[in-house]
């Protein structure tokens, strides 16, 4: 078994445009990956965040999003399950960072 808790795969789709793919753990621990990961794509692009693999989100993942979309400027998350939009619709961040929802994230949120 890894001792990683989070993979992030980053996929430039085209121009200006990056996708961060997370698997695994969004936490205290992990979230410096995320920072890191952010810090090597330059300001001008445009970030999707597919959460579609993260098994859990506490406050600092929560943080690291914040970090990484006041870096990025313009970040838009997807494949956000129903523990994670609770934590956002909570804090108020879902006000803040665009959450993208397909018709089956819909179903599986309520």
Same mark, same amino acid.
């Given at each position: 078994?890894?001792?990683?808790?989070?993979?992030?795969?980053?996929?430039?789709?085209?121009?200006?445009?990056?996708? /961060?793919?997370?698997?695994?753990?969004?936490?205290? &621990?992990?979230?410096?990956?995320? $920072?890191?990961? @952010? #810090?090597? %794509?330059?300001?001008?692009?445009?970030?999707? $965040?597919?959460?579609?693999?993260?098994?859990?989100? &506490?406050? =600092?993942? %929560? =943080?690291? /999003?914040?970090?990484?979309?006041?870096? #990025?400027?313009? $970040?838009? %998350?997807?494949?956000?399950?129903?523990? /994670?939009?609770?934590?956002?619709?909570?804090?108020? %961040?879902?006000?803040?960072? @665009?959450?993208?929802?397909?018709?089956?994230?819909?179903?599986? $949120?309520?």
């Amino acid at each position: 078994m890894s001792d990683q808790l989070l993979t992030i795969e980053a996929t430039r789709l085209d121009a200006g445009h990056v996708r /961060l793919r997370l698997v695994g753990e969004l936490d205290y &621990d992990s979230a410096p990956e995320l $920072i890191a990961a @952010a #810090a090597d %794509l330059r300001g001008d692009q445009q970030v999707l $965040i597919d959460l579609t693999g993260v098994t859990l989100c &506490d406050s =600092s993942g %929560l =943080s690291a /999003l914040l970090v990484v979309h006041r870096a #990025a400027g313009t $970040i838009r %998350l997807t494949g956000v399950g129903r523990h /994670l939009q609770r934590l956002l619709d909570r804090t108020g %961040l879902t006000e803040l960072l @665009a959450v993208e929802h397909a018709a089956d994230d819909l179903r599986a $949120i309520g």
